[in-house]
């Protein structure tokens, strides 16, 4: 009688140059304890310097490797069909300059903006206004008026990005982590197409 196996990929790993990946870095197992052993410890790829920064891992090319090394398995396979392996090579640090430049590029860059749209518009204009209406006096500079604005747009913005520097303030992620994320997983979904498109070129080529 077959033992079965349920296995799942996961969805991205990330390992060190001329690492050996088995098969418990890229799923998820499970199966009979006197096999799961050998199972997990599989060899399936190893990084080599010809590898760029990105591998993709089939499923197929799991079930082909666990096939031929415990023929007696039944692989049951559930979720993702491609794992996506990150090759992570040690990055410079940036330096002191560079950071400050970056810091001042950012912060006049989103001060000129948050600038801009207000003359856009023509928020001076309003609260001069609204200003009249709540005082019934005309003032040109509503200070009183024009700071708690200022201190709330700076508050609005930590509330709406969710962190206080490194901090994060609650569990929810923020509108920017949820668009990296959306990113994150459009650029892997065309990275494991584009392997694949590959690899079929490569194949017709044979």
Known sequence: MERIVYLRLRHRLQVKPHEPIVLSDVAQLIADEEVYDKLAKL????????????????????????????????????????????VSVKRRKVSLPLFILIWLLLFFGAALTIMNFHEDVSMQEVQ????????????????????????????????FFNHVFKKRINEEPSPLEVEMFN???????????KENKESMKNIDER
């Open 43 to 86: 060899l399936l790829y190893r990084v080599s310097e010809e590898d760029k920064n990105i591998i993709i891992i089939d499923v197929m090319q799991v079930i082909k490797q666990i096939t031929q090394s415990f023929p007696d398995l039944e692989i049951q396979t559930v979720g993702p069909t491609q794992v996506i392996v990150e």
């Open 128 to 159: 001069l206004k609204i200003y009249t209406l709540i005082t019934g006096e005309v003032d040109s500079r509503p200070l009183i008026f024009q700071i708690p604005y200022s201190i709330g747009l700076g508050l609005g913005m930590i509330l």
């Open 183 to 193: 990113y994150q997983m459009d650029l892997d979904n065309y990275v494991a197409l």
